[in-house]
């Protein structure tokens, strides 16, 4: 401890000192606040029959058991003692002693010995040695970069109906910038897509979810969350080969255009019902091979395969909401980003931009409100994703969309000199328009989260922020 310097660290209800270069990063106050809910709301929802009145910071026989893997300085594991209710033990582990050391003294500063265990060794070791007679209620997975080696162990380890709290920071992987690391990774291609953060989060549910079905499991995911350089997904874990079944159909391609950036998904499976004898059969879906993008004539890149199956738990999100305490760092954030989850549209998988539709054509860019006007007198559905300010999520084909751009060109003409010919631009606007467009102003389109002046999409949160530098402690 002489001459290493000494940082002192407040927040929620922890008070911590960090003495090596244990890894702390301040930008994820935000991740600790919703991982401090989530695991509240979990924690009575998984624990219903318990009649004691639980509070936080009280051990209690019948509550839930965390593990948090890597833990660094013991901030996470500390906050979850002293703020989630209904907790009997958590295991606060790492790889590197001094960041066990760091735990240990934490634990005593903060009075918490009751309620956290400090830990040294390898997450993976200490899961597998875990995963048979002592497995645990929830798991968090916090690393510094991806998860993708500490899952295959943890979908073993947490308990039946169980929670896996898991960050993904390595974004450039995720996000398309090497579709080859992502693929060795999480066992799927990015693209670099405007959507790139539903992908990448779509992505990480699709590796969990491969990882759980060796072992007869499958995920049901509560939220999804892709916020500043990072994602972090909470998903519970339960056993049914017969429902793993499902999993080709819950699981897709993406044919994304390499002209005009149109995209579609192509489930892996198919389930069909049969009325008659009222039995599932699963199949395999028919194809014509091939073709280039009936929009912009381009050929596309395949990606995936991606989860596309809902991201968030409506339910559980109303939950949360109902139960965001004030006095937390980021309670407005929290509060922001959960509205727009609400309302984001669970089925209609991956989102437009409205500069890449603009952009597209090089035609002047209609507003917010306008675009989201003409898809709702179409008939069709728009939200928001909290993941992106100007995300367009709908369930109109693709060809409305084009539809909607088309007219809106024609009534701002684009400029003679931009247009070059046989550019996805030309050839998007050469085609007919099919459907009717009408731009007036619906009511409908300004989403309720805007009108009550929720911070939607906060700004960066601090000045250089970023996933930090990978602790040097080890
Ligand atoms: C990003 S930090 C964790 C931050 C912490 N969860 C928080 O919220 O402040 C990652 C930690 O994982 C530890 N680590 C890396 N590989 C590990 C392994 N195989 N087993 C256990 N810990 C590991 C590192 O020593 C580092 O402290
Ligand atoms: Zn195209």
């Given at each position: 401890m002489e001459g290493s310097e000494v940082k002192e660290i407040s927040e929620g209800m922890a008070r911590i000192k960090t003495y090596g270069n244990v890894f702390y990063n301040p930008v994820q106050q935000f991740n600790r606040d919703l991982s401090v809910i989530v695991l509240n709301a979990f924690a009575k929802e998984y624990k219903p029959e318990s009649q004691t009145p639980w509070e936080a910071g009280t051990k209690y026989d019948d509550g839930i058991i965390i593990l948090e893997a890597l833990s660094a300085t013991g901030l996470r594991s500390i906050r979850y003692a002293k703020e989630v209710k209904g907790v009997k033990e958590i295991v606060a582990n790492d790889i590197s002693v001094k960041a066990v050391d760091d735990i240990?003294?934490?634990?005593?500063?903060?009075?918490?010995?009751?309620?956290?265990?400090?830990?040294?060794?390898?997450?993976?070791?200490?899961?597998?040695?875990?995963?048979?007679?002592?497995?645990?209620?929830?798991?968090?997975?916090?690393?510094?970069?991806?998860?993708?080696?500490?899952?295959?162990?943890?979908?073993?380890?947490?308990k039946e109906g169980g929670l896996l709290l898991v960050t993904s920071t390595d974004m450039a992987v995720l996000a398309g910038n090497s579709p080859e690391t992502c693929h060795s990774k999480y066992g799927a291609i990015s693209l670099r897509t405007k959507a790139c953060h539903e992908m990448a989060l779509r992505i990480l549910l699709q590796c969990i979810e491969s990882h759980a079905n060796r072992y007869g499991r499958y995920i049901v995911p509560l939220l999804s969350l892709s916020a500043d350089f990072y994602i972090?997904?909470?998903?519970?874990?339960?056993?049914?080969?017969?429902?793993?079944?499902?999993?080709?159909?819950?699981?897709?391609?993406?044919?994304?255009?390499?002209g005009c950036g149109s995209f579609v998904l192509e489930p892996l499976g198919v389930i069909k019902f049969n009325e008659k004898n009222q039995q599932i059969k699963y199949g395999l879906p028919t194809r014509s091979l091939g073709g280039s993008c009936q929009h912009c004539d381009?050929?596309?890149?395949?990606?995936?395969?991606?989860?596309?199956?809902?991201?968030?738990?409506?339910?559980?999100?109303?939950?949360?909401?109902?139960?965001?305490?004030?006095?937390?760092?980021?309670?407005?954030?929290?509060?922001?980003?959960?509205?727009?989850?609400?309302e984001e549209l669970p089925d209609s998988p991956l989102y437009y931009t409205l500069e890449q539709l603009s952009g597209t054509l090089h035609v002047e860019t209609p507003s917010m409100i306008m675009i989201r006007s003409a898809i709702l007198n179409g008939g069709y559905k728009v939200s928001y994703t909290h993941m992106n300010k100007t995300s367009i999520k709908t369930n109109a084909p693709a060809k409305f969309i084009w539809d909607v751009m088309r007219i809106w060109q024609s009534k701002h003409p684009i400029s003679k000199k931009r247009s070059v010919k046989s550019t996805p631009a030309t050839t998007i606007l050469g085609k007919s328009t099919d459907f009717e467009v009408s731009f007036e102003y619906n009511a409908e389109a300004n989403p309720e989260s805007k009108k009550l002046g929720l911070l939607r999409f906060p700004q960066n949160p601090l000045p250089n922020w970023g996933p930090g530098t990978r602790a040097t402690a080890m």
């Amino acid at each position: 401890m002489e001459g290493s310097e000494v940082k002192e660290i407040s927040e929620g209800m922890a008070r911590i000192k960090t003495y090596g270069n244990v890894f702390y990063n301040p930008v994820q106050q935000f991740n600790r606040d919703l991982s401090v809910i989530v695991l509240n709301a979990f924690a009575k929802e998984y624990k219903p029959e318990s009649q004691t009145p639980w509070e936080a910071g009280t051990k209690y026989d019948d509550g839930i058991i965390i593990l948090e893997a890597l833990s660094a300085t013991g901030l996470r594991s500390i906050r979850y003692a002293k703020e989630v209710k209904g907790v009997k033990e958590i295991v606060a582990n790492d790889i590197s002693v001094k960041a066990v050391d760091d735990i240990k003294r934490n634990i005593s500063a903060n009075a918490v010995e009751d309620l956290v265990t400090a830990s040294h060794d390898d997450a993976t070791m200490l899961m597998y040695m875990c995963r048979k007679e002592r497995r645990f209620d929830a798991i968090d997975l916090d690393p510094y970069g991806s998860p993708s080696i500490f899952l295959d162990s943890a979908v073993q380890t947490v308990k039946e109906g169980g929670l896996l709290l898991v960050t993904s920071t390595d974004m450039a992987v995720l996000a398309g910038n090497s579709p080859e690391t992502c693929h060795s990774k999480y066992g799927a291609i990015s693209l670099r897509t405007k959507a790139c953060h539903e992908m990448a989060l779509r992505i990480l549910l699709q590796c969990i979810e491969s990882h759980a079905n060796r072992y007869g499991r499958y995920i049901v995911p509560l939220l999804s969350l892709s916020a500043d350089f990072y994602i972090r997904v909470f998903v519970r874990v339960f056993t049914s080969a017969k429902i793993c079944k499902q999993t080709l159909s819950k699981l897709s391609t993406v044919y994304h255009c390499t002209g005009c950036g149109s995209f579609v998904l192509e489930p892996l499976g198919v389930i069909k019902f049969n009325e008659k004898n009222q039995q599932i059969k699963y199949g395999l879906p028919t194809r014509s091979l091939g073709g280039s993008c009936q929009h912009c004539d381009h050929p596309h890149h395949v990606g995936g395969p991606i989860w596309n199956a809902p991201l968030h738990s409506p339910q559980f999100v109303e939950k949360l909401l109902a139960e965001v305490p004030q006095h937390l760092g980021t309670f407005k954030r929290i509060e922001g980003v959960l509205n727009v989850i609400k309302e984001e549209l669970p089925d209609s998988p991956l989102y437009y931009t409205l500069e890449q539709l603009s952009g597209t054509l090089h035609v002047e860019t209609p507003s917010m409100i306008m675009i989201r006007s003409a898809i709702l007198n179409g008939g069709y559905k728009v939200s928001y994703t909290h993941m992106n300010k100007t995300s367009i999520k709908t369930n109109a084909p693709a060809k409305f969309i084009w539809d909607v751009m088309r007219i809106w060109q024609s009534k701002h003409p684009i400029s003679k000199k931009r247009s070059v010919k046989s550019t996805p631009a030309t050839t998007i606007l050469g085609k007919s328009t099919d459907f009717e467009v009408s731009f007036e102003y619906n009511a409908e389109a300004n989403p309720e989260s805007k009108k009550l002046g929720l911070l939607r999409f906060p700004q960066n949160p601090l000045p250089n922020w970023g996933p930090g530098t990978r602790a040097t402690a080890m």
